[in-house]
């Protein structure tokens, strides 16, 4: 149960060769519990944005934190979920799920309970004994997924974790995606090229202006928690879809 705040965050990358600034006095509060989907030119620093939040990098300016508590690196209370696989080959998928758990300690009762738990969520209890190099694209994300979850973080951060699957199996991945939150709610960050995924999964979506990165605008998706793939044909889906792609070209083009 968390928010996420961050307080005027820059983030300058300097070499000696080149100086670039990636995200330039950025505040923005992710309440607890909440999706927020964030969408933005290529190159324009959403990844920087959620590197910093998971810790992996720290801000030049301004501060990030969960709950008050400032972040200062990585840690357990947030999990990140990549675009490549993070699968273990060599581990089963149950033993992939349970490898935070493991960690972290956690008895065998609780990790059996918790593999078992997230595989269902998943979609993959048939496969618990499975290794990756059997499974395809879509369902070594879903270990991803299911793994992410069972480690109990109270942050998920997700950079365009679907960006490489085909339509159809990105599309399951939003159903189990949105089954998977809605069974333990978290404060999540995903980054994305995709309108429709944006506003299939989000609560808001933020669209980020060209580098460096400032927040340009925020839509409120007015949609409940129980989303079928049919809302894409709602209107009023549609018409959010073409507000955001309006909303891109206008940064696109303000930034050519
Ligand atoms: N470690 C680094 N060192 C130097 N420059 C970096 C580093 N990481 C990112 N950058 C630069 O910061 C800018 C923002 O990069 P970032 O990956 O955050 O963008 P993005 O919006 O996620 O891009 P995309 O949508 O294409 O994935 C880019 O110009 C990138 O070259």
């Not at 501060?63 to 972040?71: A, C, F, P």
């Not at 309970?113 to 993959?124: A, I, M, N, Y």
């Not at 994305?192 to 609560?203: K, M, N, Q, R, V």
């Not at 460096?212 to 209107?235: C, K, N, Q, W, Y």
């Amino acid at each position: 149960m968390t928010q996420i705040t961050l307080e005027s965050v820059s983030k300058v990358f300097a070499t000696a060769r080149k100086r670039t600034v990636a995200l330039n006095e950025t505040s923005l509060t992710i309440d607890d519990c909440e999706t927020v989907c964030v969408v933005g030119p290529s190159g324009c620093g959403k990844t920087t944005m959620l590197n910093l939040i998971a810790g992996f990098i720290q801000p030049t300016d301004g501060s990030i934190s969960l709950d008050g508590r400032e972040v200062t690196g990585p840690a357990a209370d947030r999990a990140v979920v990549f675009q490549a696989d993070a699968v273990f080959p060599w581990l089963t998928v149950a033993d992939n799920v349970a490898f935070g758990l493991r960690m972290q300690r956690a008895s065998r009762t609780e990790r059996a309970e918790r593999v078992e738990r997230f595989l269902d969520l998943v979609g993959l209890t048939d496969f618990a004994k499975a290794y990756p190099k059997e499974l395809s694209g879509g369902m070594r994300k879903r270990v991803d997924l299911a793994r992410a979850y069972a480690s109990g973080p109270e942050v998920l951060l997700l950079d365009e974790p679907f960006g490489a699957l085909d339509l159809f199996t990105k599309e399951n991945m939003w159903t189990a995606l949105a089954r998977v939150a809605a069974a333990e709610p978290k404060t999540i960050v995903f980054v994305t090229h995709d309108i429709e995924e944006a506003l299939f999964l989000g609560d808001r979506v933020i669209v980020m202006t060209p580098r460096p990165a400032r927040v340009h605008s925020v839509i409120e998706v007015p949609f409940g928690p129980d989303r079928t793939l049919d809302l894409r044909a709602d209107p009023k889906f549609q018409a959010l879809r073409i507000d955001i792609a309006h909303s891109l070209r206008e940064v696109h083009d303000g930034a050519a």
